[in-house]
């Protein structure tokens, strides 16, 4: 099975959220994505038949024995490899959120993209470079436990040590390939940059590269399946799909960020917001508020004190029969979980941090105070207009 790719910080990350958390490493937070669990059953079900074909003398529960701890130590790899990434990134400054293992491999969800190519090559270089080291690591270890390159494992645990080492090798190796957004690519994107001076320009180049790679691995995946590759094949190709819609992304948000260039949060914030105080009951909320002004977003004020914010979202959460009983101060979203923006944010950051936090509007506050509120599908009705002005006009079809 082909190694598993990641990134440093493709604009999925936004929609991965780890839904099992395993703990905290260097102030990193490690979890799992439920669709992990497809990949743990794959490869741990490869494992026990490369084991098997290893040696047919060993008992069943040794094969399984031996290829579910080889399966954990991978995903330990697969972490000490985005923990690279993580530490990297954090010595350059930039803050890091948490790791998640998904169905394609893992990701380090990193706050920020890099303000420089130098940070940009280091971060995404480490990551194969571990890898790296650890698979030639592991191979010297088997060699020293009498393990001869090229031979059969004699035992378990050499043969736990020689896959672990190849399979470390091949991902430090297949993810140097240049498809951004996977390591390779991003060193590509670092040397772009470094050369154009130019981060806009040099991301679209990367991009645009990752996009054909991507195809390039569509292709190939295919065409390995029609010849009898099997699943092999169409992972390959179910790869390469993933790249394409991550390159694709980052292209379209280097491209949106082009175009809200210069808009601040005060250009796009709406002061026109309503206000509902905590004591009211949810029943009244719904009927005199939320179904009769068609609006999505009230904030809880009392006092002309922000307590908090609620969507229809929050009141879903409650039985019907139980909101003439329940306050909205009792479902509210808290203002100590909500994000604020400042009116003099740049207006792409402000849209980012609704895609990270997956919500859909954030109050502006200055001093203290309400200014007003942004809105997703303002800055994005916002976007669209820019980009039909900027858009060639359509020339006639000729005849
Ligand atoms: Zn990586």
């Not at 991009?207 to 094949?233: D, E, P, S, T, W």
């Not at 002004?293 to 914010?309: A, E, H, I, K, Y």
Request: a neutral charge; charged letters at 15%; hydrophobic letters at 50%.
């Amino acid at each position: 099975m082909p190694p598993a790719p990641h990134s440093v910080r493709g604009p999925r990350e936004d929609v991965l959220k780890s839904q099992i958390k395993l703990g905290t490493v260097f102030g990193v937070e490690l979890g799992l994505h439920y669709s992990w669990l497809v990949i743990a059953l794959l490869i741990t079900f490869s494992l026990v038949a490369q084991f098997h074909s290893v040696n047919r003398n060993w008992s069943d529960v040794l094969v399984w024995g031996v290829a579910i701890i080889t399966g954990i130590l991978f995903f330990a790899c697969l972490f000490a490899h985005e923990l690279s990434h993580a530490l990297v990134a954090k010595a350059c400054g930039i803050p890091i959120h948490k790791i998640t293992l998904f169905l394609l491999g893992g990701v380090a969800q990193i706050e920020k993209e890099a303000s420089d190519a130098r940070t940009e090559f280091w971060m995404a270089i480490v990551g194969p470079f571990t890898s790296g080291v650890l698979g030639l690591i592991l191979l010297a270890l088997a060699w020293v436990c009498g393990w001869a390159p090229r031979s059969q494992p004699a035992t378990p645990g050499i043969a736990l040590l020689v896959w672990l080492g190849y399979i470390n090798l091949a991902l430090g190796a297949f993810n140097m390939i240049p498809g951004f957004p996977l390591d390779g690519g991003r060193v590509l994107h670092a040397i772009l940059w470094w050369i154009m001076d130019d981060a806009e320009r040099s991301t679209r180049a990367a991009a645009r590269v990752g996009q054909v790679i991507a195809v390039l691995f569509i292709g190939f995946g295919i065409l390995q399946f029609f010849q009898g590759a099997g699943l092999g094949g169409l992972w390959l190709a179910f790869i390469g799909w993933f790249l394409l819609q991550a390159a694709g992304a980052t292209y379209l948000q280097v491209q949106a960020g082009a175009l809200l260039r210069g808009l601040r949060v005060k250009d796009l914030m709406s002061t026109d917001y309503t206000t509902v105080d905590p004591n009211t009951s949810l029943q009244q909320f719904v009927h005199e508020q939320l179904l009769r002004t068609g609006r999505r977003c009230f904030l809880v004020v009392q006092d002309s004190r922000l307590l908090g914010l609620i969507t229809s979202n929050e009141v879903r959460t409650v039985e019907p029969q139980a909101w003439p009983d329940t306050t909205v101060g009792a479902v509210m979203r808290p203002a100590d979980k909500l994000h604020f923006v400042s009116r003099d944010m740049p207006a792409m950051e402000a849209l980012q941090i609704m895609r990270q936090e997956d919500v859909n509007q954030l109050p502006v506050m200055s001093d203290g105070r309400v200014d007003g509120i942004v809105t997703r599908a303002h800055v994005l009705q916002v976007l669209r207009s820019r980009a039909e002005l900027n858009s060639p006009p359509t020339l006639p079809r000729a005849a």
